[in-house]
Structure formats: structure tokens, C-alpha cells
């Protein structure tokens, strides 16, 4: 290990040193303690006797070398500060641990494992310019094989259970929810005592490897979610590690989490160090395609609160590490939990940004969830907070998050959230999924929201899949499943998410209709041997959020020829008659595209002609007259006219 790297923060591999390493002639352990007064290995190999250790290179790294130590051995740290005083510690770098409440750290052989996902690993990229439909699971409550607690299926069996359900619905990546190791069932693995240890709920870490294996041979990701910004408290772990304020802050003011955990300290090196280490292992050691890191807001801001000013320090460890990884993992995806204003995440940190990749849109989550709780009378009057979200989403890489976030502690389910009684529920329920999917942004939905979970998530109990057994769940989970494939089968969804050219507004002023239309288009594909681009995909997404039917909305589709319906939230809407309509060319006319008359207004009048009908002016044919039942949605293959593209 680069020692000057560790003490300054730069180093990606300080786990190839620090920790417990199994050779052929036992294992070597070694801590970095700088202010412990003298530190003893006690594990199984010993039985559990004191095993003094040495200082080694400046004083401050301690070692073993113990012949009777192998791999699946339990040890801990038995540290005395200087005061005499001593506390049992777990492995900071320790690659495994023992189930809570016992603490001990296990020897691990992390060269034992070989994958076998080599065509997965070469071919994999960040899907900027790709669909990235995104399922976050939490891994023990998922499915559970009995009603108990402490029941849950290995890494292994998982595979077996997950990877067709994934699969079968339309997902091409996982999320997994934290599985360093933790001692609280109920912190989900946000407040960790094992940054290098998987957690041992669910097996070893070779148990984690196959399951990673046998995704990535079956074309779906892994994203890690990932704490670097606090963790436990526990006595036994980080915290006064060797007596001191070690990893954390010494003063109170900043020592603690609003979650009542350590605040990591990201001005000492060793620190980033560690943190930045960690972050290499999950992606080097168990092939996983990315990290989604939690709390950013809480790294970028002290206390995560934008008054009290921008923590330097961190930030700068935030654009080191990114950086780091992303020349270690090119095609690696980091996305980052960030709710702030706070500038330029997703941008290169070579152009001054923080170097994520994607950054969680909270806003669109926010203000999407508020409108669909909203009676249908007051939508009107809220109508832009569906708008807003495109005045600033150019500004970052988003991704649309339906996190576990959405469905705890008294803030009801997705389904829930969706305004009025049962039935009125599921129809609102699928306009919005569409919108969400036909929105630009990369996407994410948590277990249980694709079947109309009504029960919030609880860790201790698995998915309510009995729902699937009533008709209106079970049709639910069959047109997300749909859905799903149909965004991951259509570029014009996802090739062009973070470029204005693959979006453009067809109706955003209908407030009183509660009438939203935009168009997405794809790039084209090179052609072979010419240079040339075949024609863009391009789709209308047309979606009547109000209670009423909205018969003969008029939509004006430049360089459309045909409209031709595609996909539809309900049975109702297709049986729905396009019709192409001639209306006046409102930049020749002066007329405002509210005000076009159809040639069924001019029968209406008796056949004459109103002031501002196609009496005068250049015709088009880029109107098109639709019907939209209540709470629905519907999307449109737009098929060229003969006319200029007036894109």
C-alpha cells in the first residue's frame, strides 16, 4: 500500500493491506490505531486468547501473523487505549462478520471465488444513452421462506427467486438496499459496523459473488447502494476505534447524524482513504455494476443543511473518489441521493462537477406524488407542478426514483397516494406509471409498487404477494409488466434522455383540462456503408389527469403525418378514433393554437366559416382531434408527413 496515499486520502486499495489475509502459511491481520497503547488479536484460532501484535512502518499499523488462523475463523481486535482501557473490536477492513448480536469479525479467501460473467463485464456500460429500468429490492424482504424474523433465503436461493421475477417483469438492473453489515434490522443497513463485510443474514461472501454471477449471465445489473457519509455507533465497530475520535468528528456540533449515527470525517485522509477503498472493493471484488450513494445531501452540506454552508472537505473527497472510481470502473454507474440545489453533480469533476453519473430527481418525485393526491377539482390549480420538473431537468442527469423511501413511516404506498377510493385508484395508478416512464430520466421502482402494494413496507415481513390473487392487482402487475418491456423495447424512451432534441412539449397550458401531451424521439440508427441515420422513433405521450372525459382534444404534432395508438392505460382508450384535422397555420394567421378551429366547428356554425377558421392561410396536416377517458393515458407512433419536419 501507498502509505502516503493512505494519509493523504488517495488511496482506492488500502483492503489489500489492512484487514485479515488468508496465505498458504496462515493469516497476516493488520489495523491502522495510531493512538491505541497496545492491541491483541482474539479469535477461534486461539481460543480466543490475547495474540499481542507489533507496530509495524511508522508506529501507527499493527500485525499478526497467525499460523492457525484459515478462512471461516472468527477474530476480533482486543484494543487498549491509553489509558489502560480496552473494548473488543470487529475488523474495520474485516471481509466478513457474524450475524448480530455477536460481533466478531471472519477470515475470508476472496481469491477462492471465479465468475463467469466475462461477456457481461466487457459489454456493460452507464446507459446514458440506454434504458435503465431500475428494480430496488431489500434482500430479506423480498420473499422470506417462513413468517419468522430471522428467516431469510441465502444469496443463493435468492438468485433462484429473483433473477426470473426481474426478468419476467421488465427490469435490466437491481438495486439492492445496503448489505455492508449492520446490527439494527430496522436501519435497513444505513448505519453499518462491516464497510467490507456483507451481511451475513444472507450468507457468505462467496454466496454473494454467485448471485452477482448468475445476474450478470442472465443480462441484468447490480447497483449497490452505498453509505459514505455516516455509520453506526456501536462501541464494537468504527466508533473511538482506537480510543480516539478516529473516523469520526471529535466535536458534537457535527459528530452525529440526524439519524442519531457517526458523521464520518472527510478532512482526514485515512478516513477518505477507507471510504473511498470500500467503494472499489464492492465494484473490483464482487463485480458489481455501480453504487448508489445515500445522504449526499448530508456530505455536500453540513448537517445536510444548505445555512449552515458547503462542506469543503467533503466535497472535495466526493470528486477524488467519483473520479477514482470512475478511471477504475469506466462503465460503472454512480448515482448519487442529493436532494439539493447544490450545482454540477452529474457533471465530469475534470469540468468541476462532483463526477455522478445520475442524481436522484427528489423534486419530480415530490411534486408528481403531491399532484396525484390531489382531488381532481384542485388539480387545475396545481397543474404545473407536473410541468415544472423540465424547467430545470437539463440542468443534471436525472433519474425518476420510487424508492422504499416513498412507502414508510406513515407516508402510505404508491398506490395509496393516488387520490380517491379503490377503483378510482388503479386507473390513476397506471397514467402515472406512464408518465413517469414516458418522462426523460432513468428509472426506478420499489418492490411491491408493481403489484399495488397497499401495506407499507416492513423489513420483518415479506411482499404481500397474495394481492396477486384479486383481479385489479394481478391486471396491474400484468400492465407494469407491459410497460416495462415497452420502455425498454422503444429508443425514443431513454436514447435521447439528456439531450433537448429527444423531448419537446405538445400541450402544457390545458389547466383546466388537465390535458399534458409531450413527444420523445430517439436518435435515429446509423445506417451501414453510407453515413446516413434511419428516421427517429418518435412518440406521442397524451394523458388526461382529470375525472372528465376530454373529447376532441386537439393536439398540433409538427411533421406528423399519422398518429398511430401504441400503448394505452386502459382497454377503454382503444377504441379511441384518431383524427387527422386541417387547422390555420397559427404563425401565418396570427391565431393562437388555442384558438384553431376544426372543420367540425365550422359545421357547427352552419356551415360558415368562424373569423379565425382554415378559411385563410397555409394548411397543415399536424393536428390530430383525440378523445381521453378519465384518469388515462395513451402513447402515439407519429409517422412523418410529406411536409417539412417545423421541429
Given at each position: 500500500?501507498?502509505?502516503?496515499?493512505?494519509?493523504t486520502?488517495?488511496?482506492?486499495d488500502?483492503y489489500?493491506?489492512l484487514?485479515?489475509h488468508a496465505t498458504?502459511?496462515?493469516?497476516?491481520?493488520r489495523?491502522?490505531?495510531?493512538?491505541?497503547?497496545?492491541?491483541?488479536?482474539?479469535?477461534?484460532?486461539?481460543?480466543?486468547?490475547?495474540?499481542?501484535m507489533?507496530?509495524v512502518?511508522d508506529?501507527?499499523?499493527?500485525e499478526?501473523?497467525?499460523?492457525?488462523?484459515?478462512?471461516?475463523?472468527?477474530?476480533?481486535?482486543r484494543?487498549?487505549?491509553?489509558?489502560?482501557q480496552?473494548?473488543d473490536?470487529c475488523?474495520?477492513?474485516?471481509?466478513?462478520?457474524e450475524?448480530?448480536?455477536?460481533?466478531?469479525?471472519?477470515?475470508?479467501?476472496m481469491?477462492?471465488y471465479?465468475?463467469?460473467?466475462g461477456?457481461?463485464?466487457?459489454?456493460?456500460?452507464?446507459?446514458r444513452?440506454?434504458?435503465?429500468n431500475?428494480y430496488?429490492?431489500?434482500?430479506?424482504s423480498f420473499?422470506?421462506?417462513?413468517?419468522e424474523?430471522d428467516?431469510?433465503?441465502?444469496y443463493?436461493e435468492?438468485?433462484?427467486?429473483?433473477?426470473?421475477?426481474?426478468k419476467?417483469?421488465g427490469?435490466?438492473?437491481?438495486?439492492?438496499?445496503?448489505?455492508?453489515?449492520?446490527?439494527?434490522?430496522?436501519?435497513w443497513?444505513?448505519?453499518?459496523?462491516?464497510?467490507?463485510?456483507p451481511?451475513?443474514?444472507?450468507?457468505?461472501?462467496d454466496?454473494?459473488?454467485?448471485?452477482?454471477?448468475?445476474?450478470?449471465?442472465n443480462?441484468?445489473?447490480?447497483?449497490?447502494d452505498?453509505?459514505?457519509?455516516?455509520f453506526a455507533?456501536?462501541?464494537?465497530?468504527?466508533?473511538?476505534?482506537?480510543?480516539t475520535?478516529?473516523?469520526?468528528?471529535?466535536?458534537?456540533?457535527?459528530?452525529?447524524?440526524?439519524?442519531?449515527?457517526?458523521?464520518?470525517?472527510?478532512?482526514r485522509?485515512?478516513v477518505r482513504s477507507?471510504?473511498?477503498?470500500?467503494a472499489?472493493?464492492?465494484?473490483?471484488?464482487?463485480?458489481?455494476?455501480?453504487?448508489?450513494?445515500?445522504?449526499i445531501?448530508?456530505?455536500?452540506?453540513?448537517?445536510?443543511?444548505?445555512?449552515?454552508?458547503?462542506?469543503g472537505?467533503?466535497?472535495?473527497?466526493?470528486?477524488?473518489?467519483?473520479?477514482g472510481?470512475?478511471e477504475?470502473?469506466?462503465?460503472?454507474?454512480?448515482?448519487?441521493?442529493?436532494?439539493?440545489?447544490?450545482?454540477?453533480?452529474?457533471?465530469?469533476v475534470?469540468e468541476?462537477?462532483l463526477?455522478?453519473?445520475y442524481?436522484?430527481?427528489?423534486?419530480?418525485?415530490?411534486?408528481?406524488?403531491?399532484?396525484?393526491?390531489?382531488?381532481?377539482?384542485y388539480?387545475s390549480?396545481?397543474?404545473?407542478?407536473?410541468?415544472?420538473?423540465m424547467?430545470?431537468?437539463?440542468?443534471?442527469?436525472?433519474?425518476?426514483?420510487?424508492?422504499?423511501?416513498?412507502v414508510?413511516?406513515?407516508?402510505?404506498t404508491?398506490?395509496q397516494?393516488?387520490?380517491?377510493?379503490?377503483?378510482?385508484k388503479?386507473?390513476q395508478?397506471?397514467?402515472?406509471?406512464?408518465?413517469?416512464?414516458?418522462h426523460?430520466?432513468?428509472k426506478?421502482?420499489?418492490?411491491?409498487?408493481e403489484?399495488g402494494?397497499?401495506?407499507?413496507?416492513?423489513?420483518?415481513?415479506?411482499?404481500?404477494?397474495?394481492?396477486?390473487?384479486?383481479p385489479?392487482?394481478?391486471?396491474?402487475?400484468?400492465?407494469?409488466r407491459e410497460l416495462?418491456?415497452?420502455?425498454?423495447?422503444h429508443?425514443?424512451?431513454?436514447?435521447?434522455?439528456?439531450?433537448?432534441?429527444?423531448?419537446?412539449?405538445?400541450?402544457?397550458n390545458?389547466?383546466?383540462?388537465c390535458?399534458?401531451?409531450?413527444?420523445?424521439?430517439?436518435?435515429?440508427?446509423?445506417?451501414?456503408?453510407?453515413?446516413?441515420?434511419?428516421?427517429?422513433?418518435?412518440?406521442?405521450a397524451?394523458f388526461n389527469?382529470?375525472d372528465?372525459?376530454?373529447?376532441?382534444?386537439?393536439?398540433?404534432?409538427p411533421g406528423a403525418?399519422?398518429?398511430t395508438?401504441?400503448?394505452?392505460?386502459?382497454?377503454?382508450?382503444?377504441?379511441?378514433?384518431?383524427?387527422?384535422i386541417r387547422?390555420?397555420?397559427?404563425?401565418?394567421?396570427?391565431v393562437?393554437?388555442?384558438?384553431?378551429?376544426?372543420?367540425?366547428?365550422t359545421?357547427?356554425n352552419?356551415?360558415?366559416?368562424?373569423?379565425?377558421?382554415?378559411?385563410?392561410?397555409?394548411?397543415l396536416e399536424?393536428?390530430?382531434?383525440?378523445?381521453l377517458?378519465?384518469?388515462?393515458?395513451?402513447?402515439?407512433?407519429i409517422?412523418?408527413?410529406?411536409?417539412?419536419?417545423?421541429?
Amino acid at each position: 500500500m501507498d502509505f502516503y496515499g493512505f494519509y493523504t486520502g488517495k488511496v482506492f486499495d488500502a483492503y489489500r493491506y489492512l484487514g485479515a489475509h488468508a496465505t498458504g502459511q496462515g493469516t497476516v491481520f493488520r489495523t491502522f490505531a495510531p493512538s491505541a497503547s497496545r492491541i491483541s488479536v482474539i479469535g477461534e484460532f486461539s481460543e480466543w486468547e490475547e495474540c499481542p501484535m507489533e507496530k509495524v512502518h511508522d508506529g501507527n499499523f499493527w500485525e499478526y501473523t497467525c499460523r492457525n488462523a484459515k478462512p471461516g475463523m472468527m477474530y476480533k481486535y482486543r484494543i487498549y487505549d491509553q489509558s489502560g482501557q480496552w473494548i473488543d473490536h470487529c475488523d474495520p477492513y474485516g471481509y466478513g462478520m457474524e450475524l448480530r448480536p455477536n460481533t466478531a469479525s471472519i477470515i475470508r479467501d476472496m481469491d477462492n471465488y471465479r465468475f463467469h460473467d466475462g461477456a457481461w463485464m466487457r459489454k456493460r456500460s452507464d446507459h446514458r444513452q440506454a434504458p435503465l429500468n431500475i428494480y430496488e429490492i431489500h434482500f430479506g424482504s423480498f420473499r422470506k421462506p417462513s413468517e419468522e424474523p430471522d428467516a431469510w433465503y441465502s444469496y443463493e436461493e435468492m438468485a433462484d427467486i429473483i433473477i426470473p421475477y426481474v426478468k419476467e417483469n421488465g427490469y435490466n438492473y437491481i438495486e439492492i438496499m445496503p448489505l455492508n453489515e449492520y446490527p439494527s434490522d430496522e436501519s435497513w443497513g444505513y448505519q453499518g459496523t462491516g464497510f467490507y463485510s456483507p451481511t451475513s443474514r444472507y450468507g457468505t461472501a462467496d454466496q454473494l459473488k454467485y448471485f452477482v454471477d448468475q445476474c450478470h449471465q442472465n443480462g441484468i445489473g447490480i447497483l449497490l447502494d452505498f453509505v459514505p457519509v455516516h455509520f453506526a455507533v456501536d462501541g464494537y465497530a468504527l466508533a473511538h476505534y482506537d480510543g480516539t475520535a478516529l473516523y469520526e468528528y471529535p466535536h458534537s456540533a457535527v459528530g452525529y447524524s440526524e439519524w442519531g449515527s457517526c458523521n464520518f470525517m472527510h478532512s482526514r485522509g485515512e478516513v477518505r482513504s477507507f471510504l473511498q477503498s470500500a467503494a472499489n472493493y464492492w465494484l473490483e471484488e464482487y463485480h458489481m455494476d455501480g453504487l448508489r450513494m445515500d445522504a449526499i445531501s448530508r456530505a455536500i452540506y453540513w448537517q445536510g443543511m444548505p445555512e449552515r454552508g458547503v462542506n469543503g472537505n467533503a466535497v472535495e473527497f466526493l470528486k477524488y473518489m467519483n473520479q477514482g472510481l470512475k478511471e477504475r470502473h469506466p462503465s460503472a454507474i454512480l448515482a448519487a441521493e442529493d436532494s439539493t440545489c447544490f450545482p454540477d453533480v452529474t457533471k465530469p469533476v475534470s469540468e468541476g462537477g462532483l463526477g455522478f453519473d445520475y442524481k436522484w430527481d427528489m423534486g419530480w418525485m415530490n411534486d408528481t406524488l403531491d399532484y396525484f393526491r390531489t382531488a381532481p377539482e384542485y388539480r387545475s390549480e396545481n397543474y404545473h407542478k407536473l410541468t415544472f420538473s423540465m424547467a430545470y431537468y437539463y440542468d443534471e442527469r436525472y433519474l425518476l426514483p420510487l424508492s422504499h423511501d416513498e412507502v414508510v413511516h406513515g407516508k402510505a404506498t404508491i398506490l395509496q397516494k393516488m387520490y380517491g377510493d379503490y377503483e378510482m385508484k388503479f386507473p390513476q395508478a397506471r397514467a402515472f406509471y406512464m408518465y413517469m416512464y414516458a418522462h426523460p430520466g432513468k428509472k426506478l421502482n420499489f418492490m411491491g409498487n408493481e403489484i399495488g402494494h397497499f401495506r407499507e413496507w416492513d423489513e420483518k415481513r415479506e411482499q404481500d404477494w397474495n394481492l396477486l390473487e384479486f383481479p385489479a392487482h394481478q391486471e396491474f402487475r400484468d400492465f407494469m409488466r407491459e410497460l416495462n418491456r415497452f420502455y425498454l423495447e422503444h429508443p425514443a424512451f431513454s436514447e435521447l434522455d439528456y439531450d433537448p432534441e429527444g423531448f419537446q412539449w405538445l400541450e402544457c397550458n390545458a389547466e383546466e383540462q388537465c390535458v399534458y401531451a409531450f413527444e420523445r424521439r430517439s436518435a435515429g440508427k446509423a445506417l451501414k456503408g453510407n453515413g446516413q441515420r434511419s428516421s427517429a422513433e418518435r412518440i406521442a405521450a397524451v394523458f388526461n389527469f382529470s375525472d372528465k372525459v376530454q373529447e376532441d382534444f386537439v393536439l398540433s404534432i409538427p411533421g406528423a403525418g399519422k398518429l398511430t395508438q401504441i400503448f394505452a392505460s386502459g382497454e377503454n382508450i382503444l377504441e379511441t378514433e384518431v383524427k387527422a384535422i386541417r387547422v390555420a397555420d397559427p404563425a401565418e394567421n396570427k391565431v393562437s393554437a388555442k384558438s384553431w378551429t376544426t372543420e367540425k366547428d365550422t359545421e357547427k356554425n352552419g356551415g360558415k366559416d368562424t373569423e379565425d377558421s382554415v378559411k385563410t392561410g397555409r394548411m397543415l396536416e399536424e393536428s390530430f382531434s383525440v378523445t381521453l377517458p378519465p384518469f388515462s393515458a395513451v402513447y402515439y407512433k407519429i409517422e412523418q408527413s410529406d411536409t417539412k419536419n417545423h421541429r
